[in-house]
């Protein structure tokens, strides 16, 4: 059974930093991309970062240079580093399984950590 635990949101001050974890049980990890994606309300899920099995990294452009996505195949675990948050960070952020290239998810969502950033 596929699990993805998302942890490590909460309420930061604009400026702060937050390193959030993904968990996964019942993948083959180390072959797959991974993503994180966030929703913030009222709108759509969106693609925050992805990482490849080989770590090649991408980020969304309202990200790129503040936040790091990281991978630890030893622990099935995928990380989000975000450094200079702004309030429009705000959103429950959520990890899945991607499809290289298009991300399109592989997996049900888990539960997803809230990110607040106050201004």
């Known amino acids: 059974q596929v699990q993805l635990v998302e942890s490590g949101g909460g309420l930061v001050q604009a400026g702060g930093s937050l390193r959030l974890s993904c968990v996964t049980t019942?993948?083959?990890?180390?072959?797959?991309?991974m993503a994180w994606y966030r929703q913030a309300p009222g709108k759509q899920r969106e693609l925050v970062a992805g990482i490849t099995r080989g770590g090649t990294t991408n980020y969304a452009d309202s990200v790129k240079g503040r936040f790091t996505i990281s991978r630890d195949n030893a622990k099935n675990t995928v990380y989000l580093q975000m450094n200079s948050l702004k309030p429009e960070d705000t959103a429950v952020y959520y990890c899945?399984?991607?499809?290289?290239?298009?991300?399109?998810?592989?997996?049900?969502w888990g539960q997803g950590t809230q990110v607040t950033v106050s201004s």
């Open positions: 019942g993948i083959a990890f180390r072959f797959n991309t």
């Open positions: 899945n399984a991607a499809v290289p290239g298009t991300f399109a998810t592989l997996h049900s």
